[in-house]
Structure formats: C-alpha cells, structure tokens
C-alpha cells in the first residue's frame, strides 16, 4: 500500500441514485446504506458515493476521476453545472495524528482510515455547497429588503413569495438531511483511534463553525420571510376592507336609488 494517497471529493449533482450506482458496479460496497456507497476499486483504490451528490476518489488519477464521474452519469439527479471539489493528502507515518494544511498523516493506511477521512472531506464539500446556496438566497433577500427601504414596498406578489419561502425551507430540510456532522460514524464507536481521527478532521475542516455559520445565514433569512409574510397578509387584509367598504357603499346607492323610486 502506498504511504501517500490523494484525496479528491466532488459535488456533482444535487442528488445520487444510490440503488441505481449499486447495480452499476459488479463488486459488493464495503459499506452500504440508503445515504451512502463505499468500495474498494483495486490498488488500494477507493470510492464514496453519498445521496447527497458528492463522491469522494482515493488514490486516483484525473482520467481516472472523469471516467468514473462519466459511468455513473445517468444517476445523477440535477447535475451541477460547475462542480465543487476539494483536494486532501493523507499520508501514513510513525508518531502522532497530525493534521496540516491540506494534508492528515496517521499511524497507517487502511479502509476504515481511508473512510472516515472520505466522509468528512465530503462533508466538508457539502458545506461549500450549502454556504453557497444560503448566501444566495440571502442575496435575494437584500433585493426585496432595499426596494422595501427605497420604495416603501414591496414588489414581490404573494405567489412568488410563497415560492421563494418554498426554497427556503427546501434547502434547511437538505442541509438536515444531508449533513450529519453531530452523528459520528458507527464504526468509530468501539475504536479510539478513529474516534480521535474524526473529532480531528471535524476540528481541521471547521465543521460545526461553518454548519453554524450556514444556520446564522437561514436564520436571518427566516426572520425577513417572517415580516415579508406579515407585510403581505397586511396588504391582502387592507385590499379586502376596501372590497368590503366599496361592497357597502354600492348596496347604500342601491337602497337610496331605491327609495328614491
């Protein structure tokens, strides 16, 4: 086995077909779950295909990398336009865990190493994404905010509005669904080593600051929904008295005309 191995994850699509890459490779997983596909390639060569639209290559070359995104093409559900990667060396040497800048080194190379070090190089490309997304929504927030500011209004009618709070809270369900940085792996339970390479690679790629940061974010984008919506309600309930008001003054002309008759 080499003593230095590449690791490259990137965010492909926003959604795996798990089933669908299973039956694609003749090989049985090495793990095999309904948000997550690990196998060995050969030549001590790893792959990890999350639900989430990330897969994590170890050990492989570029041509290597492309060809194998290729094959599983037609699993991949909403294919992103600009792929998101992340690129991590773990190396093995005698001593103690270290981890640096854009390297890990560990007492050994083997499987469960190589997959707890995938698994969080993923995550940590997930958050890329989801930050991504967030400030995005934000950004569209700050138009309806400004013209709100400017004009004293806003432009934005109520099913567009309802549309984008759909958005909203289809990106908080994903980032519960897909980022799992407060449950550690089952194999790390019973072994302290890769316990401790866990907790170190979620301190090494800021995990929790930067799902923290992203809440901070959707949280913000929450609370402006919340007074959009109540700006909204207040328009709709200020056209309706107006309906009413007019409704009352056409049946008062029509008894007045009434009576003049």
């Known amino acids: ?19 669908g890459i299973k039956s694609f490779f003749d090989n049985r997983p090495l793990a095999d779950s309904s948000t997550e596909l690990f196998y060995f390639i050969g030549n001590d060569k790893y792959q990890y295909y999350f639900n989430y639209g990330v897969v994590v290559f170890s050990g492989h070359t570029e041509a290597e990398i ?4 290729q094959s599983v093409k037609p699993y991949l ?37 190589f997959r707890i070090a995938m698994f969080n190089i993923a995550q940590s490309v997930a958050l890329d994404h ?6 995005n929504l934000l950004t569209e927030i700050r138009v309806f905010t400004n013209d709100l500011e400017i004009r004293g209004k806003l432009s ?9 709070i759909g958005k909203a809270l289809n990106t ?3 980032i519960a669904d897909n980022i799992y940085i407060f449950d550690a792996p089952e194999l790390v339970w019973d072994d302290e080593y890769l316990d401790r390479l866990h907790i170190g690679l979620m301190k090494h790629f800021d995990l929790r600051l930067r799902f923290s940061e992203i809440e901070y974010t959707l949280q913000i984008i929450e609370n402006n929904l919340r007074v959009f919506r109540e ?12 309906i009413i008001i007019l409704l009352i003054l056409v049946e008062v002309f029509d008894l007045f005309i009434s009576k003049l008759l």
């Open 231 to 242: 700006i909204t309600h207040q328009r709709e309930s200020n056209t309706l008295e107006w």
């Open 156 to 164: 934005i009618n109520r099913k567009n509005m309802l549309k984008f």
């Open 172 to 174: 908080q369900n994903e």
């Open 130 to 135: 989801y930050h991504e997304v967030t400030e």
């Open 1 to 19: 086995m080499k003593n230095r191995v590449n690791l490259s994850a990137l965010l492909v699509a926003n959604q795996f077909d798990l089933k």
């Open 66 to 69: 492309n060809q194998a995104i």
């Open 77 to 113: 559900k909403n294919p992103v336009v600009s792929w998101l990667r992340d690129d991590h060396e773990i190396s093995a040497q005698e001593g103690e865990m270290k981890f640096e800048f854009n390297r890990v080194v560990v007492g050994r190379l083997e499987a469960k190493i």
